[in-house]
């Protein structure tokens, strides 16, 4: 019985031991639930929401030009994904570690992947909801005018999965890093550098400027958000976002037998 007792404790955290479905379900929900149960993603959501709002309506003049196109939203999205990501990623293990909770979490009888794998969904799901919340613009936008739903939908799915792929890089340095400060200010940096790659080519001998705009996040963003779906740009983001999931866990497994 009382292991039975154990057991159902356990299992009120990982979602039933020995499942890892149920394992990386329950993780991610108390992951996302953690951010909406304190002021982090309500902040979260209104000030990517705002901000984006200001830059296409204003800073790219959308009201003055009146345009029924979002390719300004969807590059003003592009632009501040990075720093949305990097602080829906930094709590991942930062703030464990910094609560002392990490110890209990690599404790448990959970694999590691399906620590990562929950954690990662669970900000990926504040992620949706953060987009969600800016589907207020096409509406406005279509009201001007035709909009073509191609590049709309594609826009948006270039968002998620360039943010899927940025939240497991940031995991990935979360994991190392000792508080969430400092894993958000690295994060921020190391994005920034991606994001900016295929600015530089016109400076890059042609040799290696093809190399570099393939590494290049937004370039296969925007390839993804003129409506056309191709299987590299695909290859890429789940290339990085398996990466960044697997440096997770390996730095959590090594905090387990060290």
């Known amino acids: 019985m009382a292991e039975k007792a154990k057991a159902g404790s356990s299992g009120a955290l990982v979602g039933g031991i020995g499942s890892p479905v149920a394992n990386v379900l329950t993780i991610a929900g108390r992951e996302f639930r953690a951010y909406f149960n304190g002021p982090m993603g309500y902040i979260v959501v209104t000030m990517f929401t705002l901000f984006v709002g200001i830059l296409f309506f204003f800073l790219f003049g959308t009201l003055v030009l009146r345009k029924t196109t979002l390719q300004p939203m969807f590059q003003s999205m592009s632009a501040l994904l990075p720093l949305l990501c990097a602080a829906l990623s930094m709590r991942s293990f ?7 909770t990490i110890e209990l979490l690599i404790t448990l009888p959970i694999r590691d992947a399906d620590v990562v794998v929950g954690k990662f969904l669970g900000s990926l799901g ?34 998620l999965f360039g943010g899927g792929a940025y939240i ?18 690295v994060t921020v940096l190391f994005l920034y550098v991606f994001w900016f790659m295929d600015k530089t080519l016109i400076f890059l ?18 390839s993804i958000a003129r409506g056309v779906i191709d299987t590299r740009n695909l290859v890429y983001f789940a290339t990085v976002i ?17």
């Open 94 to 100: 930062s703030e464990e570690r910094q609560r002392g």
């Open 126 to 159: 504040v992620l949706l909801v953060t987009l969600l919340a800016t589907i207020s613009y096409p509406i406005a936008m279509s009201r001007m005018g035709d909009l073509d739903s191609g590049p709309v939908i594609g826009g948006y799915l270039g968002i």
């Open 168 to 185: 497991a890089i940031g995991m990935a340095f979360s994991s190392y890093m000792r508080d969430q400060l400092s894993s958000f200010i």
């Open 205 to 222: 001998p042609q040799e290696i400027s093809s190399i570099v705009e393939y590494l290049c996040s937004d370039f296969h963003f925007k």
């Open 242 to 258: 398996t990466a960044g999931l697997m440096i997770a866990a390996r730095s959590l497994s090594s905090r387990r037998w060290s």
